[in-house]
């Protein structure tokens, strides 16, 4: 059993009695999402930071990150949380779908970016990184960049980080 403790009881009063990120959905941006939608997201991610992302705590502290012919690699468990991690699109939660990103709220962003690294942050720093360098090229990048770059980086559909 991993060490990250998290109670999705407190989470969904926080969200819906708090901040009533339903509300959301009213805007003519998110017009195609549902406060189910919302909740499903927050269920997936609590879930997957739980069974994916806490277990890299352990293999971080026994095995470690090696380093050999100057060059840095993290253990396997943590290219393959990463590959699943691009792959489920946790990393673009919050970016355009041109890119691969799955067009959600910036909130949404932060509350999976919270359980991420709530549940390794060693790892989820890989994550987060990969992101605000895709979201730069996708802000400010050349139109031919972004084709090359953005929707690689946000699916994890390259190198991961460490390998």
């Not at 502290?61 to 380093?67: A, D, N, S």
């Not at 949380?81 to 799955?102: C, H, K, M, N, T």
Request: with cysteine; aromatic share 12%.
């Amino acid at each position: 059993m991993g060490h990250y403790k998290i109670h999705p009881k407190d989470v969904f009063f926080i969200l819906k009695e708090q901040l009533n990120y339903g509300s959301l959905c009213r805007l003519k941006r998110y017009s195609w999402l549902t406060e189910k939608s919302l909740d499903l997201l927050v269920s997936e991610a609590i879930r997957f930071s739980k069974g994916v992302v806490d277990p890299l705590n352990t293999i971080g502290e026994t095995v470690g990150p090696t380093l050999e012919e100057g060059r840095v690699s993290c253990p396997p468990a943590f290219r393959e949380a990463f590959d699943e991690l691009g792959r489920q699109g946790w990393i673009a939660v919050s970016r355009d779908p041109e890119y691969g990103g799955q067009g959600f709220p910036e909130m949404m962003r932060i509350v999976v970016n919270e359980f991420m690294y709530g549940a390794c942050q060693s790892f989820n720093m890989a994550a987060s990184l990969t992101h605000g360098a895709a979201h730069l090229i996708e802000a400010f990048g050349t139109r031919d960049l972004k084709q090359i770059f953005v929707s690689r980086m946000y699916t994890a559909n390259g190198r991961a980080p460490c390998a």
